[in-house]
């Protein structure tokens, strides 16, 4: 697994193109921004996946339905892999305005 913490899309962008040449597809591939609207426009601009209910879970998913947005996107990136020390520090990233990609096969 990999992930990449980037300023903007036009990064996540080169990245993504990047990690397709070596062999990710864009289902391997996912985006997380703070803020939700964000997050959605760019994973869909790109092409990239976004957690759901396979990656989650039902009851994680509805869960996260009670839960603050940070709580959320951390529970988002452990379930694609990230450790909670990585997810935490993932968040501190994203409240700094920035998008962290993960890509994983």
């Known amino acids: 697994m990999e992930k990449f913490f980037l300023e903007n899309a036009v990064q996540a962008k080169k990245k993504i193109e990047e990690l397709v040449t070596q062999g990710y597809t864009h289902d391997d591939i996912y985006i997380f921004a703070h803020n939700q609207d964000r997050e959605d426009k760019i994973a869909d601009a790109l092409d990239s996946e976004q957690v759901g209910m396979g990656e989650m879970g039902f009851l994680n998913k509805m869960k996260n339905m009670f839960t603050s947005r940070g709580d959320t996107l ?23 305005g920035r998008l962290l990609l993960v890509a994983k096969r």
Request: charged share 40%; hydrophobic share 25%; aromatic share 0%.
């Open 74 to 96: 951390r529970s988002e990136m452990q379930s694609v892999g990230l450790t909670e020390a990585e997810a935490q520090e993932g968040e501190s990233e994203l409240d700094k």
